[in-house]
């Protein structure tokens, strides 16, 4: 009897420790069942149009391998103003809008110290670059993510795996870099345009890596900057662009006409120096090529944690802002774009292999026509100037109310007011009767908690979201369709209109399943969607919603 109850237990022992294996192993491949890397991707000013525009002149292995074999939502837009770069990249990331991140514009102004404050400017730290960089522009802020208010979801990674995954931002613009991998990140590069060379801050490190180093000491800058800006395809390709020859186009100094061939050497000493690099598709090649350097030095996507890079592609926003979305030089920008994708996705497969990594495409805003283009073909558009605008209304302050009472700061959408002494409504109430007249306008809010002569339930929510106390201005504005800053070239952005908050959204690769969507999402349910895939807490401030068809089986 005494045989058969320890033949019992040993057979009941074996299940039980069968059985503890399996959940241990169950357990386990359920922590790693997740990407090696993350790959967050934004194109600076990218219309969600360009990916269709453009389609027929890419190759197979870039945008169209993103759009073929992920997920596209078609109709993903932002949905507060205004529209731009600081903004926009906080928004992603965050997944919140600017009355939680607090980056309500790339500049604002701050009411206690009577200054313009940029968003990712920071006092308290210093710039750290190459130990060879003798050059310094003095007029620069060091920069760090201090403004930025909550959580990102890079920072939530970070917590989560108590700091063991890596972080890193990467981008031509400061602030591009900084705001989308937060407060925890190991490093921010940006592109240094006096020097040439990619730099940090010391809210990092207090050096910079050696291997950042020696890619600067390449000179890879200087290379391209010495390059040939000519179409990357034959003319007959480029149908859905306007003529090269084009009024709309800015021109640079030292050429009389906005044409190719750019032979960037010669036009490099009088249009910024190393900052023209920017101002051509070649600056998004040195991101790339620094991109790579980065993801093989820090062995991203090799660790036991997933390990997130950001990297912001801007040299499409400055053409579109030099030559306008409808020019032939912004078609080969993006072109030229699609290759450094597929160059970087077939890096990403041989080095972190195929279906190991997850990402995602999307743009932090989009941009709007020309308004003489616009007039041009009959479609109703027309320009202002703020800086005028601003004068003229102090004036009118002056005379009814005296001195001290003014407008101290204003932009596309908003004017900061000094009251002074005056009953607060009066003034803003006469501000909202004085911009009313002028035409283009559309409609004039006050959201400081003051009830507005115009009620409209679609704004209100916009701006409840775009609305942060103590950062945004006492007065919002809007314009009709059509109606842009006087930029006298190009194109710009920061609207409510679809021209401008219409982007792409494409994730590709780890447990993505081709298909698309055309229900209507916004930016900030990325970092929250993100968050579901990586079973992450949600960034501290992001809104609940999900891509949720992503998870559809």
């Known amino acids: 009897m005494k045989n058969i109850d ?3 237990n040993s057979i009941i022992s074996t299940i039980f420790l069968v059985l503890s294996l399996n959940f241990q192993n169950y357990i386990f491949s359920q922590e790693i069942d997740k990407p090696k890397l993350v790959v967050g991707i934004v194109v600076d000013q990218m219309r969600a149009e360009y990916l269709y525009r453009f389609y027929d002149n890419y190759s197979d292995d870039g945008f169209k391998r993103l759009m073929d074999k992920g997920f596209s939502g078609k109709n993903t837009h932002y949905d507060y103003i205004p529209t731009e770069t600081g903004p926009g990249h906080a928004t992603i990331f965050t997944g919140t809008t600017p009355s939680n991140h607090g980056i309500v514009s790339n500049n604002w102004y701050d009411r206690k110290s009577d200054k313009t404050i940029y968003c990712v400017a920071d006092s308290t730290v210093s710039f750290v670059r190459s130990s060879k960089d003798t050059f310094a522009d003095e007029s620069i802020s060091p920069a760090s993510p201090r403004n930025l208010l909550g959580t990102t979801v890079s920072d939530e990674l970070k917590l ?6 890596k972080v890193i931002g ?17 490093y921010a590069f940006w592109f240094d345009e006096k020097s040439g060379n990619f730099i940090s801050s010391s809210y990092y490190t207090d050096f910079l890596p050696s291997y950042i180093n020696t890619f600067n000491d390449k000179r890879r800058s200087d290379e391209l900057l010495n390059m040939i ?3 990357l395809l034959s003319d007959d390709k480029y ?10 186009e800015k021109i640079f100094v030292g050429r009389t006409k906005a044409t190719f061939p750019y032979d960037l050497g010669k036009l490099k000493h009088k249009n910024g120096g190393y900052s023209l690099l920017m101002h051509s ?4 090649t040195l991101l790339t090529d620094l991109a790579t350097t980065v993801i093989k030095e820090e062995n991203l996507g090799q660790g036991e944690t997933t390990d997130f890079i950001s990297i912001s592609y801007s040299s499409t926003d400055k053409v579109g802002h030099d030559f306008g979305i409808r020019s032939k030089e912004l078609e080969d920008t993006y072109i030229r774009l699609d290759r450094e994708l597929a160059e970087l996705l077939a890096f990403l497969d041989d080095e972190v ?5 997850l990402l995602f495409l999307t743009a932090d805003h989009a941009a709007s026509d020309n308004p003489k283009f616009l007039k041009d073909v009959n479609i109703p558009a027309g320009t202002y100037n703020p800086k005028s605008m601003t004068k003229i209304l102090n004036d009118k302050l002056k005379i009814a109310f005296g001195e001290g009472i003014k407008i101290s700061f204003m932009d596309n959408t908003q004017l900061y007011v000094d009251t002074g002494e005056v009953d607060r409504r009066e003034v803003l109430y006469k501000i909202q009767e004085y911009m009313n007249d002028y035409e283009g306008v559309k409609e004039v809010y006050l959201p400081t908690g003051i009830k507005t002569r115009v009620s409209n339930g679609e704004m209100d929510i916009l701006l409840g979201k775009s609305y942060n106390r103590g950062r945004s201005g006492d007065v919002y504005v809007t314009y009709h369709p059509g109606w842009m800053q006087d930029w006298g070239h190009g194109a710009t952005h920061y609207t409510s209109y679809n021209n401008d908050t219409h982007v792409p959204m494409l994730w590709y690769g780890w447990n993505i399943k081709p298909g698309q969507s055309v229900k209507k999402y916004t930016t900030d349910q990325i970092a929250s969607t993100l968050s579901m895939l990586l079973s992450i807490p949600f960034p501290s401030s992001a809104q609940k919603e999900t891509m949720q068809e992503l998870f559809n089986n």
């Open 239 to 248: 149908r859905n662009s306007n003529p090269d020859d084009s009024e709309y």
């Open 229 to 231: 800006w000519k179409p």
């Open 160 to 165: 989560y795996t108590n700091k063991r995954s």
């Open 6 to 8: 320890f033949i019992s």
């Open 353 to 357: 292999g195929e279906g190991n990594y």
């Open 281 to 284: 598709p070649f600056g998004n």
């Open 170 to 186: 990467l981008s031509l613009k400061d602030r591009a870099a900084i705001l989308p991998v937060g407060h925890l990140a190991d």
